[in-house]
C-alpha cells in the first residue's frame, strides 16, 4: 500500500465539503462537490457584489466586473492562459460546440477529415458528426487496443492530414490518460489542430495548454469543485481572432447599426448576452482552493486513491472491471460489472448502502457498444475521497453480491 495513503485516510479536505458529512460520493465524474469556500463565494457574490457586468457605470457595476474578470484571470493563471485566450461558457458542451460551429463552419469543407476518438463522450462527438454533417466533411475514429487509444492507426488516419483531431485527456468511461502531448506533436507534424477535453483530467492534474502546446481545451466548472452554469474554453488567441462569433446580441458586439455589426475583442466577442457572472466569481474561488492546496498533492492523492480501489476491487469475485490494468495509466474513474447483473440494479443496491456510483452508458455509447456491454457501474474519486469511501463500496459490493445470490 503506497505510504501516502495513510494521509489520504485521515483526509482532512472532506471536512472542507458540508455535503460530504453523510454517505459515501463517488460519483465526481458526474459532478464534483463543492467546497464551503465556492458556496460562501455564492453567496457573497449575491449579497455584496451582484450586478450585471460590462455596462453601469456605477460602483456596484464596477465591482461586479472586477470580480468577474479578475475571475477569468485565475482560471487562465490555472492553466497557463492569457485572460483574453479564456472564453466563458457553459460547460464542455458548448465549447465543443462553439468551436464546431465557429471555427469548423469557417475552416473545414467537403471532402477534408476530421478526427475524434472511439472513446470521446457524446459531447466531444455529437458535435462534430453534426459539423461533418453540416459540410460534407468525413468523421474518422481513432480505435483503441486494449482500453488505450491505437496509436499506429492514429498515425495511419494522420497521413490523409485532417484539419482537426477531437480528443479526451482521460477517458470518462475506461479512466485512460491518453498520450495527449504525443497526439498534438504528431498532429501538428501534419498540420492538424487538437482540441482536448479535459473534463475529467483537470480535477486530478496539472494542466499547463502552452507546455501542451493544444490549440484549444475545453472542461466545465461543475467538475472542477465550481458551481454548474460555467465552463470554459481555451483557445490560441490567433485562432480566437480569426474566429466568427458563436452567439450574437449584446456585449459580444464593438458597434451595432441597422444593417450590420462589429465584433468586440476576443474574449468578450464570444460571450454574447449577460454571462455566469457569480458562477465565475465562485469558480475562481474554485482554483484558489484548489492552488492553495498543490495540484501536485492532489494528483498524488488522487492517482494512490485509484491504485488502491483497483487492487481492492479486482478481489471482488466475479467483477469485470474495463480499462487499463496499470493504475499508471489510469486517472479518476473505475467502470465495472458484477456478474450479469444490471449495473442500474447495481447502483440501486449500492445507493440503499449509502454509496453513490453512477451506472449506464455514461454519455459513451459507441464505447460502450465496443465493451460488448450495454451498461457498466462506475465508481470516480476526487480530492475529498478516502480509503474508507473505496472499502465501503467494496463490502456494499459484497452485500451485492448476497442480494443477487452471486
Ligand atoms: N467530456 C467528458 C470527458 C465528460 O466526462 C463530460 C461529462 C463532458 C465532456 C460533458 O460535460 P458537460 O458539463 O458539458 O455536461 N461527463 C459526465 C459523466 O461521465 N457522467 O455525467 C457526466
Not at 40 to 56: E, I, P, Q
Not at 132 to 137: L, N, P
Not at 317 to 338: M, Q, S
Not at 343 to 370: E, F, K
Amino acid at each position: 500500500m503506497p505510504s501516502q495513503l495513510i494521509d489520504v485516510q485521515e483526509n482532512a479536505w472532506k471536512n472542507d465539503f458540508p455535503i460530504l458529512k453523510k454517505g459515501v460520493y463517488l460519483d465526481s465524474a458526474a459532478t464534483s462537490q463543492k467546497p464551503a469556500s465556492v458556496i460562501k463565494a455564492l453567496d457573497k457574490f449575491y449579497k455584496t457584489s451582484n450586478a450585471n457586468v460590462h455596462r453601469g457605470v456605477y460602483e456596484l457595476s464596477a465591482k461586479a466586473t472586477e470580480q468577474y474578470e479578475g475571475a477569468r484571470k485565475k482560471v487562465a493563471q490555472f492553466i497557463n492562459a492569457k485572460p483574453w485566450e479564456t472564453v466563458f461558457v457553459r460547460n464542455a458542451t458548448e465549447a465543443v460546440n462553439l468551436v464546431a460551429r465557429s471555427w469548423g463552419e469557417a475552416n473545414v469543407q467537403r471532402g477534408d477529415a476530421i478526427l475524434a476518438t472511439v472513446m470521446e463522450h457524446h459531447s466531444n462527438l455529437v458535435p462534430w458528426q453534426q459539423l461533418a454533417k453540416r459540410t460534407g466533411a468525413k468523421l474518422g475514429y481513432i480505435p483503441l487496443k486494449d482500453g488505450e487509444l491505437d496509436m499506429g492507426a492514429a498515425l495511419q488516419l494522420l497521413s490523409k492530414r485532417p484539419k482537426l483531431l477531437a480528443v479526451t485527456h482521460v477517458s470518462n468511461v475506461l479512466g485512460t490518460i491518453n498520450p495527449i502531448k504525443e497526439l498534438i506533436t504528431m498532429c501538428h507534424s501534419v498540420g492538424c489542430l487538437v482540441l482536448v477535453d479535459a473534463c475529467q483530467s483537470i480535477p486530478h492534474m496539472a494542466i499547463d495548454v502552452k507546455q501542451l502546446d493544444c490549440d484549444f481545451l475545453v472542461f466545465s466548472g461543475h467538475k472542477l469543485f465550481g458551481p454548474t452554469g460555467i465552463g470554459v474554453l481555451y483557445a490560441k488567441e490567433d485562432l480566437l481572432n480569426a474566429m466568427p462569433p458563436f452567439l450574437s446580441g449584446g456585449d459580444m458586439i464593438k458597434e451595432v447599426s441597422l444593417v450590420g455589426a462589429s465584433w468586440n475583442d476576443i474574449p468578450w466577442k464570444f460571450e454574447a448576452g449577460t454571462p455566469a457572472v457569480a458562477e465565475a466569481v465562485a469558480l475562481g474561488a474554485a482554483v484558489d482552493y484548489l492552488s492553495k492546496i498543490g495540484m501536485e498533492n492532489i494528483a498524488k492523492h488522487d492517482h494512490d486513491l485509484i491504485a488502491y480501489a483497483l487492487e481492492k476491487l479486482q478481489q471482488v469475485p466475479g467483477i469485470t472491471i474495463y480499462g487499463p490494468k496499470d493504475a499508471n495509466k489510469r486517472c479518476g474513474v473505475i467502470a465495472f460489472n458484477l456478474g450479469d447483473i444490471h449495473s442500474h440494479d447495481l447502483a440501486t443496491v449500492l445507493d440503499q448502502h449509502d454509496v453513490a456510483v453512477r451506472s449506464g452508458h455514461h454519455c459513451c455509447m459507441p464505447l460502450i457498444g465496443q465493451l460488448n456491454v450495454t451498461a457498466t457501474a462506475r465508481m470516480s474519486v476526487a480530492l475529498y475521497n478516502t480509503t474508507e469511501d473505496i472499502d465501503a463500496l467494496v463490502n456494499a459490493l459484497q452485500e451485492c453480491r448476497k442480494v443477487f445470490k452471486l
